[in-house]
């Protein structure tokens, strides 16, 4: 089946830091999403990607489609104690009614002061 | 606006017993639902999907089963829960035909 890795495992930074994670695949995607879980949640929709080579923000996020369609990276700027969570990213191939969408293992994000 | 609600939010239950967790979705109609589990330190694994109601499709064999009894409300169920049922469970619901999903808070079993 389809898998995702996602890089780092975790991350300790210094707030104020700059963040960069990423996913890459072993086959194609059409969409890329980037989830945040904090503890005891659900995930939250952060970014949503739907075009080979797109690069979408959202506040201090970015994030960028690869061209290859394999892979995808997020982007945290100036990060803030808020930011720490679990970072998922999320693939979908194919079409149909039923979006199954297949998971990283998670980026741990911890901010110091 | 759309809302998730997925009950109970923490449950401890013995080898053997019973499990109900339900999941309901307020705003929409005909949504799209699923049940996925996060084991401990990982990703995200799809359990069960549906697109309409008495509608299942199972991703993995498991002694899980899911049902959909009316169009905004699934259930996962289990007659005997085991050991390794333990987990986050997490209901999700998305449009027909949509890329993203939006996530409950998750319901967290141990089985003990």
């Known amino acids: 089946g389809q898998q995702l890795n996602q890089s780092p495992q975790s991350m300790f930074i210094q707030e104020g830091e700059d963040v960069s994670m990423n996913c890459t695949s072993s086959?194609?995607?059409?969409?890329w999403l980037w989830y945040k879980q904090d503890p005891g949640e659900g995930p939250v929709l952060l970014i949503a990607?739907?075009?080979?080579?797109e690069l979408t923000s959202n506040g201090r996020l970015t994030a960028q489609f690869g061209i290859t369609r394999k892979d995808s990276f997020l982007n945290i700027s100036a990060s803030i104690p808020s930011d720490v969570g679990i970072y998922f990213c999320a693939g979908r191939s194919g079409t149909g009614t039923a979006s199954k969408l297949t998971f990283g293992t998670g980026t741990r994000l911890q901010v110091t002061l | 606006s759309q809302t998730i609600h997925q009950w109970p939010a923490t449950l401890v239950q013995p080898v053997g017993s019973p499990l109900s967790l339900e999941c309901t979705v307020e705003?929409?109609?005909?949504?799209?639902l699923y049940w996925y589990r996060q084991a401990a330190g990982r990703g995200l694994q799809l359990l069960f999907y549906s697109v309409g109601i008495g509608q299942i499709s199972s991703e993995v064999p498991q002694n899980l089963s899911a049902s959909r009894p009316q169009d905004r409300q699934f259930i996962l169920s289990s007659k005997k829960l085991l050991l390794s049922d333990s987990g986050f469970y997490l209901c999700a619901w998305g449009h027909s035909g949509a890329n993203v999903l939006t996530f409950g808070a998750g319901s967290r079993l141990t089985v003990l």
């Open positions: 990607l739907y075009k080979a080579g």
């Open positions: 086959s194609i995607f059409n969409t």
């Open positions: 705003g929409t109609s005909n949504p799209n």
